[in-house]
């Protein structure tokens, strides 16, 4: 076998490859190449089409059929189908096929080469490569909002040789070839080269990177038509390639569902083989044999005893198989499906500005919001607005800061040059003119002159257009507006020429030769640029540590020591640094990377390493500040969900200094937090291996003398992207010197929380593997903003993306996204701890009522001679999960509300209650299913008491003495039946916290449904059916005073152990989450003790600060009655007073102890 074509194939097809050892070369126009190039091949690729739909009208049915089949439950339904049709069974293959056709049902409804011309506002056909534009320069701008949500406009770059085509006739004299990697989904990575056929001579070969590629699906603006050649077309374009799902992703509430299943699919098998056995032990003797009514024929006495034995088993299975509940999984995808809804309609979860509420990408992880334990956060644009404002700038150790006092003198605001010096020494001059050069030169900014948005003109100013600056990256916006505060404007990008007007108003030009980019591995960015005067100068800006290595001269100390200073202050800094090249020396640096851009084959690396050869010998210039403003509520989001029992992790690229200003000032660090330290400063004074044992000493040795447990201690760990790696790598290769990955865990496990800084994109994704990883196995949630982010959103359990200012890869490739990081609070603790209580609910609630269902089914075997005689009529087992119990779960799932909304947001510690699936935990399942089987012994055998006495009537028939009722099979089926479709009905009504008319309606309608079907399916003859054994059964049954009584006594009798259960429990140890449910309840019913209707009716329309008053006073009601103070504050309040807070001020009550207390002007005074 041909083992380099299977490595081609697998390369070419493994998703996420990014050394491609394939490629593919595109003939422009379909010319071939001038004779003896090279060798023409005729290519063939795919046409323009694009399916984005995951079925077509020929796959719908095998592989929609194919997916759901792949679930047990649906394949074990479809066995005991199988089994009903094949062999004689008790119950008709419709039981089970009908329910199972639902199932199906439901959740199968739920689910190159060519030239061209695009002008302005067309969207790009397929994956175009740029020849030439209408503009002079050989750009376009393009905006990429569908593809990846940014709204800002990118500009894309011709080819150099072909940028001056401006006719379709210079285009179509064009002869060339590109070669190209074969199709990725990477949006933002391209590798290719084009070469150019001039005459004889030899090709010119150009390199093609992504900002030469047109992605299909972005439009394109400001710019009358461009001429592009296709490489990727129809399925093989990015965009298609991107509709490929992500990783499946399943909750802990489905692993439960699977483990609960697999324990009934084990009762389920039980039953059947006991019946089996106790049928042949009771047929063991010889007079006894097969009741006269059922009979065995000859060919089944003369079969083999194992065949019989076996074709009874699979009765009896047949008979039981309803045990399992194949609905509930409709239900709960339909639960899933719908209650996804009310997270995008939720109005507090809208953003103005963006004019974007939250969104659902995925359902299948609604409940497991409610289940977070630990959350990932970004910082830049996550915890903080991303909305960059120049603070200062360090030249040297000189600070010059925009509209400040200069040599002891205020300048105006109004000054363009606020702080730089006129007459300083020349060295410093001339420093002073490169840094601001640099920062003006060093950069990505566009310069729109004129910009409609929505109709609406952006650059106008006093009626004259102004320039205003764009950018992918708000920093570079801040730095460059700062600069032009300071005297040097960037004007604009021409003709390859950047120009600047400096201080003197003086317009200099310089050519830009080259743009080392920024990535977040190198951390900088450097451009090498041509002075006028023909000199050669590498600008450099990036992070302090990716600049210091590389500096040989300079003020070094004294900018360090400027750039720790406002880190400590929390601002965002950068180094600036340059280098003057020799011809030589540039000469030498176009090789390198010229040669590197060519690159096919690991062109990410060579330009890496040609980047690192010509980034050195720095002489640093200064430095500059920025702020990043903390986004609103963030710090009262982040104390939110430490209440709620969430350890809080920030993941960022930032610095130590500025992020630990940030977690400060977003309270995940405290001044009281003690901050343990693990860095690479730290590991280089100690080994690791000693600061770590000296750490995991410190916290354990903290917590047994405060004999406090781990949630109390406030420690707070910072560590460094550089340690973390020496912490992973250690625990690989070193691993008989001690398991540092499990120290550092512990250590991280008794922090209430963790600055993770200096981190990488992949590092983040490790962090949080790591986490899911360890022996808790606990839920984790990663939330950002960026495209650095993707890697951990993809990691956690849940992955939650920023709709930010940088880009929509986040949010595309989230489960969830919302505007701001503030909306991550209510989304927790509101949305999942719904989700979670309604389908924990649910799942237990549909184990519960199958169970009541199918055990007398299983008690009446021993009644009837083990005969597989149903208990219930064909149209009861068939409709009992579709129809007579179907929708009031369901809509229970979808409104409950269990607490209110206002109580959840404003106490977040009952989140904990519903932690670690607490309600899904064996005891509580073992709970439900002995309650089912209490109430199945109660139907059975309460309907068996009231059939025991029997006598004959006059005209012959059997009738009860204590209900003088019919005697028969469907007779006492039927009232077993109907006592239990009453009861679990009434039991989730007595569930029911949160009453709505739909509500009333679905539960008693659900009820009246089973009384009026009942008494048409046995009222009418039916024509279609071959037997009518359901005949006047149910009306007989109702005409009996005394069976009305016993099925009220009944199901009394069934409701009490549980009503009584949870009366004991809520008074003798009630949780959090009862005791809030008393408020909710005295808060209400206090008021309207108190209050007229109309009132009560203003209470609710108050603000949200009014109506935490009216909860305040709503606890202290119990103690309020006894007191006359405050029964006439409770007034006051209900009265609307709360909504004037001045005139509350002294009276604001607040628990303290037994008694209470309130604020008034001056020291807190007990009442």
Known sequence: MDFTQLRNIISRYCVGEEIWVDSRTVYIGHKEPPPGAEAYILQRYPDNRIVSSKYTFWNFIPKNLFEQFRRIANFYFLGIFLVQLIIDTPTSPVTSGLPLFFVITVTAIKQVGDIVVVREDETFPCDLILLSSSRHDGTCYVTTASLDGESSHKTYYAVQDTMAFRTEQEVDSLHATIE????????YKFVGRINIYKDKEEPVARPLGAENLLLRGATLKNTQHIYAVAVYTGMETKMALNYQSKSQKRSAVEK???????VYLCILISKAVINTVLKYAWQWSPDRDEPWYNHRTENERQRHMVIRAFTDFLAFMVLFNYIIPVSMYVTVEMQKFLGSYFITWDEEMFDEELGEGAQVNTSDLNEELGQVEYVF???TGTLTENNMEFIECCVDGNVYIPHAICNGQILSAASSIDMIDSSPGGYRREHEDLFFRALCLCHTVQVKEEET?????????????????????????ALVEGMKRLGYTYLRLKDNYMEILNKDDDIERFELLHVLNFDSVRRRMSVIV????????????????????????????????????NAIEGLRTLCVAYRRLSECEYQEACHHLNEAKLALQDREQRLAQAYDIIEKDFVLLGATAVEDRLQEKAADTIESLHKAGMKVWVLTGDKMETAAATCYASKLFRRSTQILELTKKRTEEQSLHDVLFELNRTVLRQRSISGLSVDCLDFGLIIDGATLSAVLKANQERAGSGNYREIFLEICRNCSAVLCCRMAPL?????VKLIKASKEHPITLAIGDG??????????HVGIGIMGKEGRQAARNSDYAIPKFKHLKKMLLVHGHYYYIRIAELVQYFFYKNVCFIFPQFLYQFFCGFSQQPLYDTAYLTLYNISFTSLPILLYSLVEQHITMETLKRDPSLYRDIAKNSLLRWPVFLYWTCLGVFDAVIFFFGAYFLFDNTTFTSNGQLMTTNTQMMFGNWTFGTLVFTVLVFTVTLKLALDTHHWTWINHFVIWGSLLFYVIFSLLWGGIIWPFLNYQRMYYVFMQMLSSGPAWLSIILLITVSLLPDVIKKVLCRTMCPTATERAQDHDKLLWGGVAELTPKSSRRSLKDTSTDSSQLHLCAAEMLSLCRSDPFPQKLLVHLTEGGGADLCSLSPYVLRLSGAGFAYYAPGPETSV
């Open 453 to 477: 948005v929505d109709g609406i003109k952006r650059g106008i100013h006093q009626g004259r257009p102004t320039s205003f600056y764009i950018s992918s990256s708000p920093d570079e916006v």
């Open 180 to 187: 190209c990697e074969q199709p990725q989904p990477d949006l």
């Open 763 to 767: 590092q983040k994704a490790q962090i």
């Open 787 to 796: 495209a650095n982010d993707v890697s951990m959103i993809l990691e956690a």
């Open 377 to 379: 956060t970004d910082k």
């Open 256 to 262: 439960s569902m699977n483990a609960f299943l697999i």
């Open 530 to 565: 041509k002075s006028s005067s023909g000199e050669y100068l590498l600008f450099c800006k990036g992070a302090d540590s990716s600049i210091f290595p590389r500096v040989v001269s300079g003020k070094v100390e004294q900018v360090k020591a400027r750039v720790e200073q």
